[in-house]
């Protein structure tokens, strides 16, 4: 928001500099990002120009200075035709010391041209020989010397300068004209001169999205005195009341609804200083009608909206019948024309300013064109009333239509604001336009907002900020801020501005919530926002570094997120990476990771009312599709890919309305085993096996025993190329390489992509507490290879359960390092070559101990699965 510096000190004195000022107001959470400097000097070491350097190293600086004695106000007392040329004009022009006879060009002077010396002089900006200005007619904004020459045979050596010469805007069709009050020959820069404050308004600081909203924290910070603007108008037009009605339809999306009138307007421009102020505050000038609403907007923080009162009155079917302001909420594909032109089809959502023949306004976002003020307009119906937040976040978001009006409803304006914004935006009309203003407010107000109640001590202000701040002391600092305070001592009242000394008893501060606050929550909220206030005030720079008072709280561990973050440890020491994906999605890019033809499950997803995008309307089901969408935009930059995720799923929980998180394990593999590198890394696309050694060996990090896989079925993954991943024969989640079919449907690589989906829940639950842990033995081990004929359907993890059972603590390591497929051993069969490792913990092994080991095991394995020890 920006807001200008001239706007904040009619309303407050200010009595440091400039730079100072943008401090506290950043230190007290109003960051300034940014000073414009507009004719004022730039602070010392700063150049002229549009952009500088930072003022205490968090504000930017730009703008671009007028010389005092160079650039002043002047006076065109007569406009003659140039003798050689039709585009241009002599003007005969006082600058305070002497007449000058300076050459232009600007189309707003040729309606004067030719017509004598004028009645009222027109004031100008105008700048002497020698002034440094901005070079209209050069890109960006580049500044320039006026020297003396000759144009078309007449000498030239000043000029009446645009906007876009004094770096006010890119405005340079015609030369500004002041108003009548300039004096001549004075500095523009005192005249004219002023800073804009770029501050970042934060959500719950929307009280200060307004002039009045900065010049109260600037008292509260400073001790100076506040001034509001008189709004104690002269009515007297008719009265309001009987010529217009309102009716509300649901207070909870409209709580107040305030209208006034003013009669018998002109519409003019309004005067340069106030379009002036619009423009450098972000705003374009159009009458000053218009003008009146946004400037009293910015100055309160109230949307106003102006109607021509006659259309009204010209869209009611019975002339007997009184014109009806409704609001409610929009039919279904009901349209409305709004002032940019556009024909808008509104949702059921939309709430509607209407009247009986139909829409007027999108509430709270922007007027409708219908009932705009016009060039005819002689009577005015203004509006000011309050909307829901929440309501007018989702219409700006569906009709992409942001506005300064739905920027300020959509962070909370206080109802109490309506009837101020639209007596302020009626003075303001009478001043610029003239006319009648009507006598009364036609103030609909069916729910006021409870403004809470706090009450706060000495005690908790130092518990939370680590200040020692008095009852009195903590007054002083919220009554600036308009909270209402009042010092209780045991059951009795103290005025704040007592003399009365505290006595022993703890006393309590009770604090009324401003009726221009909706930030302030209740009870231990409400206490924190106070704190809050409190120390921004008081100062986060003078808060001192104190210890912890209070006693720690017992550490206790989290099991669930200790496994969590083991998990999460065992698979980046594999090399995988971790991500975090969104949790918001859509049906159909979930739909993604089934087979064309294959249904989602038949199960609701908790969809969003508010979504910021169709594309993420609906909470997660499958943190596998959240994965596959990571991998496939990474698959275009990168040939390898190792991630994974760990981050919950949202399910319907019966008997709840709120969604079970129910927390899932995603990894995704493609492309080589390693990156190329100098020293020739196995680039080998990786497959089913690479993915199922990361698996084991995290379920051995964890401490997990009775590892099994399975052949298994999953409409997302390979035939035949699936596996269901058991732990103390519980399904914790299946692995594989994806379904041809589902990568299809993503832009992916031609390597395999090897994918898993486990359930981290059942992984917590099965991983032990405690487990053994065994000492290095000292005697030395024996090795041993063998190489057993088994039949094709014996899986190896069978043979390798049997050597480990029949071997006992002896044999410490069995690893399969070879399988073998061929004639010399028949049709069916496959061999399987193990390394085996025997070491007893306490004595050294013999060869006859180790080949009585190997017969044992192998008689075992031909007694039970058929098994010949080859060769």
């Known amino acids: 928001m920006k807001v200008l510096l001239s706007w904040i000190e009619e309303y407050v004195d200010i009595d440091m500099s400039i730079e100072d000022l943008a401090h506290r107001l950043t230190l007290a959470g109003l960051e300034v990002e940014e000073i414009r400097y507009v004719g004022l000097p730039l602070p010392e070491g700063k150049i002229e120009g549009r952009s500088g350097g930072h003022a205490r190293r968090e504000t930017k600086i730009s703008g671009f200075a007028w010389a005092p004695e160079q650039i002043v106000v002047g006076a065109v007392l007569e406009v003659t035709p140039h003798p050689d040329a039709d585009k241009l004009v002599l003007c005969k022009l006082d600058d305070g010391e002497q007449i000058h006879t300076v050459l232009t060009g600007a189309p707003n002077l040729f309606e004067y041209k030719g017509k004598g010396p004028l009645d009222t002089p027109l004031k100008v900006s ?393 930030d302030i929550g209740e009870g231990v909220i409400g206490k924190a926002d106070l704190m809050e206030e409190i120390a921004r005030v008081y100062g986060y720079d003078r808060i001192p570094e104190t210890r912890m008072a209070d006693d720690l709280p017992p550490q206790r561990g989290n099991h669930e997120l200790e496994i969590e973050e083991a998990l999460r440890d065992q698979l980046v020491g594999l090399g995988l990476q971790e991500v975090i994906t969104h949790r918001l999605t859509s049906p159909e890019r979930e739909e993604r990771i089934l087979p064309p033809g294959t249904p989602l499950a038949d199960a609701p997803y908790f969809t969003l009312t508010n979504p910021i995008t169709p594309e993420r309307s609906v909470l997660r089901r499958s943190l596998l599709a959240s994965m596959l969408e990571t991998v496939e935009r990474n698959a275009r930059i990168r040939g390898r890919i190792a991630l994974f995720e760990i981050n919950p799923i949202y399910l319907a929980s019966e008997g709840s309305e709120m969604p079970q998180e129910a927390p899932r394990l995603a990894i995704a593999l493609t492309g080589p085993r390693a990156p190329a590198d100098w020293g020739g890394a196995d680039v080998t696309p990786m497959d089913f096996f690479d993915l199922k050694g990361i698996i084991e060996a995290t379920l051995r990090g964890l401490h997990l025993k009775d590892i099994r896989y399975e052949a298994g079925e999953h409409p997302s993954f390979h035939p035949g190329k699936c596996a269901c991943v058991l732990v103390d024969n519980h399904p914790i989640g299946v692995m594989g390489e994806l379904h041809p079919q589902v990568k299809e449907n993503y832009e992916l690589p031609e390597t395999p992509l090897l994918a898993a989906d486990f359930d981290v829940s059942v992984i917590i639950n099965t991983v032990p507490e405690l487990f053994d842990v065994s000492p290095i033995p000292g005697p030395p081990p024996i090795l041993e290879d063998i190489a057993l004929i088994v039949d094709e359907a014996v899986p190896a993890a069978e043979v390798e359960a049997l050597i480990r059972q029949t071997g006992g603590l002896t044999v410490t390591e069995v690893r399969l390092f070879d399988i073998y497929r061929g004639e010399q051993i028949g049709a069916g069969k496959k061999s399987l070559a193990y390394s085996l490792t025997y070491q007893h913990p306490e004595h050294t092994l013999t060869d006859k101990d180790a080949a009585g080991l190997r017969d044992k095991i192998v008689k075992r394995l031909e007694r039970e699965l058929g098994a010949q020890l080859r060769g």
Request: charged share 25%; proline share 8%; net charge negative.
């Open 126 to 518: 105008y700048a002497r020989e020698g002034a440094t200005i901005i070079n209209a007619y050069e890109p960006g904004y580049q500044p320039t010397i006026l020297k003396r020459k000759k144009i078309r045979g007449v000498e030239s050596y000043s000029m009446a300068c645009s906007e876009r010469e004094l770096g006010i805007s890119d405005e340079h069709e015609g030369i500004i004209l002041l108003d009548e009050d300039a004096p001549v020959g004075a500095p523009l820069a005192d005249y004219l001169g002023d800073a804009v404050f770029d501050i970042a308004i934060t959500p719950n600081t929307a009280r200060d999205a307004n002039v009045i909203g900065v010049a109260r924290e600037i008292a509260a910070l400073t001790g100076a005195r506040l001034r509001y603007p008189d709004l104690k108008i002269p009515m007297e037009g008719p009265p309001l009341e009987g010529r217009i009605k309102i009716k509300i339809t649901d207070p909870h999306l409209n709580p107040r609804f305030v209208f006034g009138l003013i009669e018998n307007v002109k519409i003019q421009p309004s005067p340069y200083k106030v379009q002036l102020r619009l423009k450098l505050a972000g705003m374009r000038p159009i009458n000053s009608l218009v003008d009146a609403t946004n400037y009293a907007m910015l100055e309160l923080g109230e949307p106003l909206h102006a109607f021509d009162y006659d259309v009204l009155v010209g869209r009611v079917d019975n002339p007997s019948h009184l014109p009806t302001i409704i609001t409610r909420a929009a039919k279904q594909d009901e349209k409305l024309t709004t002032l940019d032109g556009i024909e808008r089809t509104l949702d059921d959502f939309t709430v509607l300013v209407c009247d009986q023949s139909g829409p007027l306004a999108l509430a709270g976002v922007m007027g409708g064109l219908e009932s705009e003020i016009t060039d005819k307009t002689t009577h005015v119906l203004l509006e000011g009333a309050a909307w829901n937040i929440i309501n007018t976040r989702r219409t700006v978001i569906a009709q992409n239509l942001p506005s300064e009006a739905a920027y300020r409803f959509s962070r909370g304006v206080h109802p109490a604001m309506a009837p101020q914004g639209v007596l302020r935006g009626l003075q303001l009309m009478r001043e610029w336009a003239g006319g009648a203003i009507a006598k009364g407010l036609v103030d609909e107000y069916p729910l006021p907002p409870k403004d809470p109640t706090i009450e706060i001590s000495s005690a908790d202000v130092r518990r939370w900020l680590g200040i020692e701040l008095s009852p009195d002391e903590i007054v002083r600092i919220l009554e600036p801020l308009e909270f209402e305070c009042k010092i209780v001592i045991g059951d009795k009242e103290q005025g704040t501005n007592s003399q009365s000394p505290i006595t022993s008893h703890q006393p309590r501060i009770t604090i009324a919530t401003p009726p221009h606050r909706l």
